[in-house]
């Protein structure tokens, strides 16, 4: 079997010093390559928590986490700041845009601060991203111009930008009227089936989950449910 | 550093723009006031040591025995005592072997111009006129060297043949003598000499032009009743500023007193540097205050990007990246702010330059602007605003990017 390109293993997270809260309470799980996965649960469940984990934003208090079966307990900030920018792209609720720069310097970025300049070869990876999202017409326009659902792609685009195994979002629809979320759920659909990249996507609804090949339940820092979606 | 983080950098300046204003503006008014307020000093105190160098040798070699009396008046702090030592009547100190003391001169690496003096008191004398003046016989090929006469004539020549006199413009007009007229000096022994005004001398300063009179060093010996001997040496070297050194190396050498301008001028220069000192702790409380500026709309900017410096950690931007990002935001207001600074500091002094005249419509004292100011400006401000930068960059740098995220 190939290796998961990431992998929880009996991973807890508290949060406190005086009053401990115990918000996950012994994750496992894996993510293969491709996978379409959306992650549902209450407010308050630590999807939030266990996706800042899987992204190497946050540490686990107790467990392992790996990527493509490396741990990470033992990297120091340096590499673990390298990895994520080489093998994971993020999409937030709220696109974090940076204002006042062109949405291809925005999509080229990603690149430009792990090589620390602009190339021509990532202003052609970014243009093609772009034509992806359908955006290329506004690549030089300020992101600030661009509507919310415009963002949100721009915002995709930038998460491929270093080729990730693995984009992790957590409620990109969430600030979207339904039309606009439709598109941009078909759009990462699309770019899943196109470059094999893996989604785990963080929703609230209900309906977007079940047509995700994969959906993860957590409730109370627990995963309860854990099966394909309808569609797949 | 990477070119992206000062892209970064930049951008976000630019994208500041209102805060960004402010704290250039904060920049650029703190370096031209400190450009205007140090050319204005530097300008004051090379005009006013300039004005005293060019009445005064840099070093003197006197007779021992002539010290200075004892001050009746002992000035305060913010106050100088300009002195005047009459020479006491009687004989008059003199240095009898002053060709060898001028020839072992001579041999200063540093030297420009050894010249031997004979002063004394004397009256000049025109009809009822009379005027107290002071004899100043001289070496007429070396003594211009020393303090310059020939340039500053008004009306003559520079010469002393057949009881020829060079005398100050003053003592011209009260004695209302020309060039050609005849002058009569009385010594303090009665004796009575009779010159021919050669020429006549405008140094800019009452005092000389009123009672210096010129004449050759031999006519001086004689009328002062000095048996060969001169009454002092004058010296001048190439940098007026190591008057102090050479005279204490040539002390070991010459068997007299020797003073420096420095030492005759103590008081003047005493509080030359109290004022050096003022400007510099006037110009460090102005970068202070520039500082906290940069700093406060540092942090400010700060706070408001938190989301997207989080996305950038979360990008794989390291700490380093984004501290290096605000460093240079703080440095570059810094340089830009220095460099509109230090012109508009300069415009300043020039239209102070300008506007400011005496009554007779001449510049008091020329400000030259100075790269060197110039480029002091421009490394202080720069390293000003790095440090101002300091604590919001590292603010910034530390930040957890998940908290960032979810705060902004
Ligand atoms: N940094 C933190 N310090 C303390 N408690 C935290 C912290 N982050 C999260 N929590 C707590 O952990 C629990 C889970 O939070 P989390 O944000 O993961 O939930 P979520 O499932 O993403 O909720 P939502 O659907 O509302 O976004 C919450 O009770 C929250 O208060
Ligand atoms: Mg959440």
């Given at each position: 079997m190939s290796e998961s390109i990431l992998r929880l293993e009996e991973v807890t997270r508290e949060f406190g010093e005086?009053?401990?809260?115990?918000?996950?309470k012994g994750i496992d799980l894996r993510i293969e390559p491709g996978e379409f996965t959306s992650l549902v649960g209450p407010s308050g469940s630590g999807k939030s928590t266990m996706l800042n984990i899987m992204g190497l934003l946050d540490r686990p208090t107790t467990g392992g986490v790996f990527v493509d079966g490396e741990?990470?307990?033992?990297?120091d900030d340096h590499a673990i700041t390298r990895l994520r920018g080489r093998t994971l792209g993020f999409v937030f609720q709220f696109h974090h845009l940076l204002t006042g720069f062109s949405a291809l310097e925005n999509v080229m970025m990603p690149a430009a601060v792990d090589r620390g300049k602009f190339t021509t070869a990532m202003r052609e990876r970014a243009e093609a991203l772009l034509e992806q999202v359908e955006l290329l017409e506004h690549e030089?326009?300020?992101?600030?111009?661009?509507?919310g659902g415009q963002m949100q792609r721009v915002a995709i685009a930038r998460a491929l930008t270093n080729e990730p195994k693995l984009v992790l979002a957590d409620e990109p629809t969430g600030n979207l009227d339904t039309h606009t979320a439709d598109r941009v759920m078909d759009l990462m659909r699309r770019i899943n089936e196109e470059l094999d990249t893996a989604f785990l996507i963080v929703t609230h609804e209900e309906a977007r989950a079940e047509s995700c090949e994969r959906l993860i339940r957590l409730v109370d820092g627990e995963i309860v449910e854990d099966r394909p979606g309808k569609d797949a | 550093m990477k070119p992206i983080e000062f892209f970064l950098a930049l951008r976000f300046l630019r994208e500041g723009r209102s805060q960004t204003l402010l704290i250039f503006s904060g920049a650029t008014a703190g370096v031209a006031v400190i450009v205007f307020l140090t050319s204005l000093i530097v300008g004051l105190q090379d005009s006013l040591v300039e004005q005293i160098m060019g009445l005064q040798p840099h070093i003197v070699v006197e007779p021992i025995g002539e010290s200075e009396p004892p001050r009746i008046y002992e000035p305060e702090a913010d106050e100088y005592v300009f002195t005047r030592t009459e020479p006491r009547p009687g004989r008059i100190d003199e240095i009898g072997e002053w060709a060898t003391v001028v020839e072992t001169i001579a041999?200063?690496?540093?030297?420009?111009a050894v010249s031997p003096v004979a002063f004394g008191p004397a009256s000049a004398v025109r009809g009822q006129i009379l005027e107290p003046i002071e004899i100043r016989g001289i070496d007429p090929a070396t003594y211009n060297d020393v303090i310059e006469i020939e340039g500053r004539?008004?009306?003559?020549?520079y010469e002393f043949e057949d009881q020829g006199t060079i005398i100050g413009v003053d003592l011209a007009d009260e004695l209302g003598v020309d060039v050609g007229d005849r002058v009569r000096f009385v010594t303090a022994e009665e004796e009575s000499h009779s010159f021919t005004v050669r020429g006549i001398f405008d140094v800019g300063a009452s005092g000389p032009n009123q009672s210096w009179v010129y004449v050759s060093l031999r006519e001086a010996q004689s009328m002062l009743d000095l048996?060969?001997?001169?009454t002092a040496i004058q010296v001048t070297i190439d940098d007026l500023f190591d008057a102090d050194d050479v005279a204490e190396r040539l002390d070991l050498y010459v068997d007299h007193e020797l003073r420096s301008w420095q030492e005759t001028n103590e008081d003047l220069l005493r509080a030359l540097r109290t004022q050096s000192a003022s400007t510099i702790l006037i110009a460090v409380f102005v970068a202070i205050s520039v500082a906290l500026g940069i700093a406060s709309v540092l942090v400010v900017t700060v706070v408001q990007k938190r989301g997207q410096v989080g996305v950038l950690r979360a990008m794989g931007g390291s700490m380093g990246t984004i501290l290096r990002v605000f460093l240079i935001q703080g440095a570059t207001v810094g340089l830009v702010g220095s460099i509109f600074g230090s012109v508009l500091g300069t415009a300043l002094a020039l239209g102070f330059n300008n506007f400011v005249r005496d009554e007779q419509g001449e510049v008091i004292f020329p400000i030259e602007p100075s790269p060197t100011i110039f480029v002091m400006a421009c490394l202080l401000a720069t390293l000003t605003g790095l440090l101002a930068a300091v604590v919001p960059a590292r603010r910034a740098a530390r930040m957890d990017p998940a908290d960032a995220i979810k705060n902004a």
């Open positions: 005086v009053v401990v809260t115990r918000v996950l741990s990470t307990t033992d990297l030089t326009k300020n992101v600030q111009h661009l509507s | 041999a200063t690496p540093e030297l420009v004539l008004v009306s003559g020549e048996s060969e001997g001169v």
